[in-house]
Every structure is written in C-alpha cells, then in structure tokens.
C-alpha cells in the first residue's frame, strides 16, 4: 500500500503538538496577568468625585479620625458615606464661599445627598461586612491602604478574590491591636508575630477552614 504520508509529517506533527502546548501556557499566562492588572482591577486608578475631596488634607493634615464620617464601620456591614450635615459641621464656617464647595452647598439646601462614586465595588455576589473585620482587628489601611497619603482616593489593593483568601488563611500576619485599627501611621512590624498568635486567640477568629468556605463570603 502506498504510504500517504510523508516520514517528515511525523515531525511536523510534534512539532504542532508542541506549539499548541506553548501557545495554549503563553495564552493562559498573558490571562493570568491581564487578570491581575489595573485594567480590569481598577487598582491604583484614581477616581474623580464631583467634590474635590482631599483624604489626605482631612486624614493626614487635619487629624480627622476615619469614623468621624464613616459613622456605621463599626456596627454595619457598610462604612456609611458621611451626609451634608457632617460636611457642613465644619464648611459652614471654613472656605464657607469657597467655589468648588458649592455642590456641599447646593446638596444642603436641596436636601439632596450627594452621588459620590464608589472607588471600592467589591461584585454583587460577595459579601462583605466591614463591622466583622474591625471587631477581629483588621485596620482601615490593611485593606484601603495610606489613605491619609492619598489626594484622591484608589484601590490600593486588587479586591480579587486571591488576595481576600490569603488574609483568610493566614489572619494572624495581618491582624492588630484594637487600639489601633484606625491608626494609619501603624505598621505590621509594630507588633510581633507571638502577640499577633495571641490576639487571634483574644478575638475569637474562626478556622482556616471556616474562613475559606465559599459560603463565608458567597452567600
């Protein structure tokens, strides 16, 4: 029987299957990256508000504490945005007629809460409760980053799901004193890791597994 093929179809063959192969790890790899950049993640891009608010003026210069306007972190699943009324407490008196206070102004007399744009949206399937994270000693600035740093507000970190896991696995390598969850000056190495063992046991904090399961955050 005449042969159809020729012998150096054999090496074309390998050689196709091994391009497929690289190709396919290439592909999966440059997934794996665009996954991970601030294109998708929204990490580190700043996000325009129709007020030009300063964390960094109010937190940093100013020395207001984080709860001063987001008043239910400690007792709800939301932070809570701070209403006119708290914007007012101080602007009534300070940069009163100042131009680019006028939407604070305008908000007040119309009773019409301001539309500020969310910078950390986590997806409408994950839980998360803030209240839960502040009484287990997470601080503001493990998941929000140097707030008091920032002009305008962004992600400091990706919210992807990988790196939720990774505090949940390991919480005592990110938890702190009570004292000082909403220090923004306070930095990991502030606390050794034998009190940080302590605190998990202080605070109650569940089990890797338990923490892991999809239904803690996927309900």
Not at 83 to 111: G, K, V
Not at 118 to 136: E, G, Q, T, W
């Amino acid at each position: 029987m005449a042969q159809i093929f020729r012998k150096s179809a054999n090496n074309i063959a390998k050689i196709s299957m091994v391009t497929v192969v690289l190709l396919a790890g290439v592909g999966f790899y440059a997934w794996t990256q665009l996954a991970r950049s601030s294109y998708l993640t929204g990490q580190y891009l700043e996000i325009q508000q129709p007020v030009q608010f300063s964390h960094k003026h109010h937190v940093a210069d100013d020395g207001i504490d984080c709860r001063y306007c987001h008043q239910t972190v400690e007792t709800t699943a939301s932070a809570g945005m701070p209403s006119t009324q708290t914007c007012m407490n101080c602007h009534s008196q300070l940069w009163a007629d100042a131009p680019y206070l006028e939407p604070i102004r305008a908000s007040f007399r119309d009773n019409k809460p301001i539309q500020w744009n969310r910078v950390h949206d986590l997806p409408k399937y994950v839980y998360f409760n803030h209240s839960i994270h502040i009484a287990k000693g997470v601080g503001c600035s493990t998941c929000h980053g140097p707030v008091d740093k920032m002009p305008l507000v962004y992600e400091e970190n990706t919210l992807q799901m990988e790196w939720c896991i990774q505090c949940h696995r390991e919480p005592e390598k990110f938890i702190r004193p009570k004292s000082e969850v909403f220090n923004m000056a306070y930095r990991p190495e502030d606390t050794d890791q034998e009190t940080r063992d302590q605190l998990k046991v202080d605070y109650k904090i569940r089990s890797r597994e338990m923490l892991t399961s999809c239904s803690t955050c996927h309900r």
